[in-house]
């Protein structure tokens, strides 16, 4: 069957030394973890403005609190799917290997990926909001009990470690992608919508800066227009056929001492 990449993006990521990736929700859609913005989406019942920032968790605490417990339960009980696990067996592949994720679920880490970017935190994290001390699961389980969970050293409210709309993202988390963007010789935009900006921006800085950007999507996203490939699809399914193509064309370009400028054979 035609794969639904072309054989340039291929060829390119089989030389490429430096690749840089942008993930988005997409990509734990097929864990079980639902999209933001997609039909059925979490942003469907509520409004990022509702939820995502910090007005609304003054103003309700325990309604804020109790929407993270539950993404928190739904990511404990998800697993990577073959998308996550293709960026990890890619990441082996390639000398320099950046992967940026606006998702807070973790699940890169549990698919094997090092040194993944989060941009916008995780949400396995919670902190107080006054001594930024860490929060333990006890500290949480007051919640259970329907009051807000706060700080058994200050009495602070917790919160958890994402960035919220109108907050700045972690200095180096992005300074680290942005330079990743600038470097990169391909850079993949995957299972993002690409409206949250500064991460949507990352893309289009790649492109700027010579890389060759191919989005992986089930439907075109807001960057689709300024990108040199769109490639439709799952994320569970694309990944592993694109990864599976660039070993092969490894293989057909590497000489018979098994290393090509400096590429390690997965
Ligand atoms: C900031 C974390 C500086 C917590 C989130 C006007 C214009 C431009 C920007 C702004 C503006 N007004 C305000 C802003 C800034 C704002 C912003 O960008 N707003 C947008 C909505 C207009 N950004 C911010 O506030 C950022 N901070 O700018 O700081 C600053 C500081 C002070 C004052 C001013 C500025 C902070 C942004 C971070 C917000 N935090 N969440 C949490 O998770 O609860 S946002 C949320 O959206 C998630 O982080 C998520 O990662 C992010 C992006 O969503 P996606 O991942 O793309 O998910 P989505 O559902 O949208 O799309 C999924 C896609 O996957 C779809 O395209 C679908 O087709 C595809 N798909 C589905 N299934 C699959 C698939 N693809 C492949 N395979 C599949 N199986
Ligand atoms: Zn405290």
New binding site residues.
Partial sequence: MTPPFSDILVRRLARARRVAVL?????S??SGIA????PG?I?EKFS?EE??NVRAFLRNPELVQGW?AH?RRLVEQAVPNP?HEALAALERMVPDFTLIT???DGLHQRAGSRGVVE???N?TRSYCIDCRRLATAEDLDALAEGVPARCPDCGGLIR?D????????PVAAFEAAEAAARRAEVFLS???????????GLPLLAREHGAYVAE????P?AIAGYVDEVVE????A?LPRLVQAVRAASRETTPASGVQNGRKEA
């Fill in positions: 993930t988005g929700a997409g990509i859609a097929e999209t933001f913005r997609d989406g942003w990022p939820l995502a993270y993404r998308g606006q998702n807070v941009l916008h935190g949400l958890p994402v960035v919220w709309f109108g907050e700045y993202l995957i299972g993002t919508s690409a409206v949250v900006y500064p991460a949507a992986v999507n089930l439907t996203s699809g799952a994320a569970g694309v």
